[in-house]
């Protein structure tokens, strides 16, 4: 399943993050022996334990809601937080990332989906912080991209509805805020079932679980029933 999936990422170069959340050590392992390095996981414990086992040139993206007190777990190591969705947050992150001398790399969270669980910034709320001299100096963290949830739905229009506003998105934050930083380039978008949609409508990353593990249990760490 691993090549089908990069076969089909191929073409417009997108980057494919594996989503082992809930999935063991093992499993990891056997699609890393297949070359694949980015992995993303939802909780900071269990991404802290996951990276202290395993081989240390995986990049782990955080992908999920990352409340402020558990940053400092992953503070250390983490290449990618996706989940960036308050100033709150990026405040301790940069934080966090002081400490270790890192600078780390996050995308904006934009809520995209209709539906009012998820989380994110709107725009005029992300505007208000990009702006704002407390936010601009902070100095451990790069702001490289944008990241979003598509509302959970059969009706492939409005998932492809969704995915053309976080590329407008982009588009405005890129134009107003990051015009000459090279590094602003990101938007992470598609999931399993959405995937093929996203890379049509310019998804630089993509998080796959379901496809590449199978499905997940829920039991322990997943919030969803
Ligand atoms: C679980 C999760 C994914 C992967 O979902 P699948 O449907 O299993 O591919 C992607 N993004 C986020 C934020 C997730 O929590």
Same mark, same amino acid.
């Given at each position: 399943m691993l090549q089908q999936i990069l076969e089909k990422l191929k073409p417009t170069q997108t980057k494919l993050i594996a989503v082992s959340k809930t999935k063991p050590n093992e499993a990891i392992l056997e699609l890393y022996e297949q070359g694949q390095r980015d992995f993303g996981e939802n909780k900071a414990q269990e991404l802290a334990p996951k990276y202290e086992a395993l081989p240390k040139d995986i990049r782990w993206h955080m992908i999920g809601h990352l409340q402020t007190n558990k940053v400092k777990y992953i503070a250390?190591?983490?290449?990618? !937080?996706?989940? &960036? +969705?308050s100033e709150k947050l990026l405040q301790e992150i940069d934080k966090q990332a002081a400490k270790y001398n890192r600078v780390i790399d996050c995308l904006l969270q934009f809520k !995209? &989906? &209709?539906? +009012?669980?998820k989380y994110g910034f709107d725009v005029a709320e992300a505007e208000t912080m990009l702006q704002s001299t407390d936010f601009q100096n902070l100095k451990n963290i790069r702001i490289i991209g944008v990241m979003g949830m598509a509302t959970f739905t059969d009706d492939e229009n409005q998932v492809r509805q969704e995915f053309k506003r976080l590329k407008e998105i982009f588009n405005i934050i890129k134009t107003k805020y990051f015009s000459k930083d090279i590094t602003f380039k990101e938007i992470s978008m598609g999931m399993s079932d959405d995937y093929q949609i996203a890379i049509e409508e310019g998804s630089t990353m993509v998080r796959i679980g379901t496809l590449l593990f199978g499905k997940r249990h829920y039991a322990s760490y997943d919030s969803k029933p």
């Open positions: 250390p190591f983490v290449h990618l !937080i996706h989940s &960036a +969705d !995209i &989906a &209709a539906e +009012d669980t």
